[in-house]
């Protein structure tokens, strides 16, 4: 676990990525995407520095398109990804509940509903009726029909927390709620019609299509567990020692996959083995508070040389989870979402 000290020398290093606007890019003139900015923020806000986490919230919301998307990728400044992705779309919303679970400030929350209503009904309106979610949009307009697990698996918990923002701020969202039904419902029961990244394999060539499903609520309970004990994937993708693979066909492990699945293991009660793995996070930590994005074995050459804002950012939340003390801690525990259908079951049998 991360001392005080630590976690203010982390926060400071993901800081010197953010530019005045708010933006927080991978790293100073490299990529930006929606997604890694919300997750930098969310780090922040672990560490109590929220001023620039709401600076990047507004950042965000200045920049949203009035459809509710972002561009899937810039590069110092330049759009170099021009269309729109569900996931990146739909993880504002888990950041803004994230703020909330941790300040319990309704009225930022109240500033950024607008944005968080136009993306989740932008990601919405990509569902298909098998409940699949496509991709992305491209630029033309026309639906990007893939169906990736690990993208899907994200905006199930993204729309969890969309549902609960609804229910804070008394606005009866009953579409957004059966769009959750029926993709957590395709993810569990039909997996088959997702599209594994890059890869025929049902695993995937990804780690990231293992354990995501566990991670963003949709799979939990003895099933969680079993996916994610299953020896096979574990020969694939896992080195004791050192962490999990970002891909299967190479030794590189990434920290910030290997953070994604101690959360992932201690969702389902897999709290011991949590722990191991995020202990093993200590070897990619740099003098400067900063971690390294991956390893290489047998190696151990940290590659590659840029460091990105998101990795420490999610090593600062595994931290705030595993230490169980906070309001946060659990913040990824609670994105099954048996809560709220615990709601719309009293709700259909009063109707």
Known sequence: MLTREQIGATAEWIKTFQAADGEIPWYVGGKWEAWDEV??????ICAGDIEPALASFRHLARIQATDGTWVAEKVDGIVTKPESETNHAAYIATGVWYYYVATGDIGFVAE???????????VVDMQEPDGTVCWARRQNGIRWQSYLITGSSSIHGSLVCAERIA????????RWWAAREKLGTAIRDHEQLFT?????DPVGRFSMDWYYPVLGGAVRGEEGRARLLDSDTLDKFMLDGLGCRCVADAPWYTLAETCELVLAHHA??????????????ELFRTDKGGYETGMVDPERVCWPPERN???PATVLMVDDTLKGKSATADFF??????????RESVQAIAS
């Open 39 to 44: 997750q930098a923020a969310m780090g922040l």
């Open 112 to 122: 950024m509903w607008p944005t968080v209503e136009r993306a989740i009904d932008f």
């Open 167 to 174: 229910d804070l701020l008394s606005h009866d969202r009953p």
């Open 196 to 200: 594994a990244e890059a890869s025929p």
């Open 268 to 281: 389902v009660g897999l709290v011991e083995r949590a722990e191991e793995i995020f202990s093993w996070s």
């Open 309 to 311: 804002a998101y990795t």
């Open 333 to 342: 525990l609670s994105l099954s979402g048996d809560d709220l259908d615990e």
